[in-house]
């Protein structure tokens, strides 16, 4: 596991202080406001965890399984849906929670679908962003962290559905993939 690891880019300290800081403006942002907090699976689950510990307000929790990704590292701009939202965001204010922006396509879909579920206002908050890759354009409103453009995996972040439980965040060797 960790051999198939080239280099740690995020350390579990510079994680904990990223989600301290994300959660304090999401807590300002959204302050006297109750929240649906939408976790992006499988990859934002860890993330979203120390995320919403650091939030102070009001909050309910639900996920969606969305992706254009298929099992490698190349996007599609196929966006589907394999796991629904279990609340109904009709009239709420609500936060998007992924792991990392590429193409951007997931990102733009999830967007609008909330909207289309009327949600009464829809916020976006990845724990990475990748500007250069964007097929589509798309600003999150919170962003942990920019990197460039690298595989990296861990703290929910997979390849082929490995490598999640890392507990920090690495680039992958070129090799495992090639
Ligand atoms: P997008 O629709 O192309 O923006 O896809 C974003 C999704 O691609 C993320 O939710 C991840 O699941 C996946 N992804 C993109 N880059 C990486 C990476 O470096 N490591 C792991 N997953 C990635
Ligand atoms: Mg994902």
Redesign the pocket.
């Known amino acids: 596991m960790h051999n198939d690891v080239e280099k740690i880019l995020f350390s579990e300290e510079e994680l904990k202080k990223i989600c301290q800081r994300l959660g304090k403006q999401i807590t300002k942002a959204f302050e006297g406001q109750k929240v649906l907090v939408v976790g ?1 699976l499988k ?2 689950f860890i993330f979203l965890g120390d995320l919403v510990k650091n939030i102070d307000g009001d909050l309910n929790i639900d996920f969606i399984d969305a ?3 298929y099992n490698g ?1 190349q ?1 599609t701009s196929h ?1 589907t849906i394999s796991k629904d939202l279990s609340i109904d965001p009709d009239g709420k204010c609500v936060l998007i929670v ?10 733009n ?1 999830l967007v609008d679908y909330m909207k289309a579920k009327n949600a009464k206002d829809v916020k976006f908050c990845t724990l ?1 962003d ?1 500007p250069k ?1 964007r ?1 589509v354009a798309f600003t999150p409103d919170y962003i942990g962290a920019s ?1 460039d453009d ?4 861990g703290y929910g ?3 082929a559905e490995n490598y999640r439980h890392l507990p920090y965040i690495g680039i ?1 060797k070129e090799s495992v993939y090639l």
Do not use: M, P
């Open positions: 992006v990859g934002s992706s254009s990704y590292t996007t966006v992924e792991d990392i922006v590429d193409s951007g396509n997931t990102a879909f990475f990748k890759r097929q990197v690298n595989f990296i995996v972040l997979d390849y992958l």
